[in-house]
T-cell receptor, first 115, second 114 residues
């Protein structure tokens, strides 16, 4: 069993749909992340949660809405997306942050296609 | 600004041969970590190796080693005795101190030829 699990693995949605991506980590980590991975671009950090508190919102459009109900679960709610939002969305977790950064543990990603 | 640059979009290596992937970065910090991550096709990204900037000795993990040149801000990954399973995207990453921001390069796609 992977330490970070993402569902669904694949999602196709229209621009008017509302859907959610889910991430769960079984590693006891205190920080969770959403990254967007597009072809030929660096990974884009979207959101960071540390102990359930959002510590980073990297100028992400409001059509992406994160939710972190506890340290083990992270959601990304999607609403009225655009075709350019099609990408692989990666969830990650880490045990340490702040002065010394710990290793990131990634899920397998959710491949999103917006029609 | 802190940046990470991988100038090789794609590399190829013959099985059992050695290949070096390049990474340069820019930072004003003196104490930091650097990471190489591997992302196999349709599989999750995993840590390959990490380097602590205050350590002069280059990190080594089995067939993977780094050439860390702090003054030049260079952090290359050497893969020895390349195997078919090494085929993947490789990302160089730098976590900024005091934050949770990890800055990633654009990646290098490594092909291993049988």
């Amino acid at each position: 069993e992977t330490g970070v699990t993402q569902t669904p693995r694949h999602l196709v949605m229209g621009m008017t749909n509302k859907k959610s991506l889910k991430c769960e980590q079984h590693l006891g980590h205190n920080a969770m992340y959403w990254y967007k991975q597009s072809a030929k671009k660096p990974l884009e950090l979207m959101f960071v949660y540390n102990f359930k508190e959002q510590t980073e919102n990297n100028s992400v459009p409001s059509r992406f809405s994160p939710e972190c109900p506890n340290s083990s679960h992270l959601f990304l709610h999607l609403h009225t997306l655009q075709p350019e939002d099609s990408a692989l969305y990666l969830c990650a977790s880490s045990q340490r942050g702040g002065r010394i950064a710990g290793e990131l543990f990634f899920g397998e990603g959710s491949r999103l296609t917006v029609l | 600004a802190q940046t990470v640059t991988q100038s090789q979009p794609e590399m190829s290596v013959q099985e059992a041969e050695t290949v070096t992937l390049s990474c340069t970065y820019d930072t004003s910090e003196s104490d930091y970590y650097l990471f190489w991550y591997k992302q196999p096709p349709s599989r999750q990204m995993i840590l390959v190796i990490r380097q602590e900037a205050y350590k002069q000795q280059n990190a080594t993990e089995n067939r993977f080693s780094v050439n860390f040149q702090k003054a030049a801000k260079s952090f290359s990954l050497k893969i020895s005795d390349s195997q078919l399973g090494d085929a993947a995207m490789y990302f160089c990453a730098y976590p900024t101190s005091g934050t949770y921001k990890y800055i990633f390069g654009t990646g290098t796609r490594l092909k291993v030829l049988a």
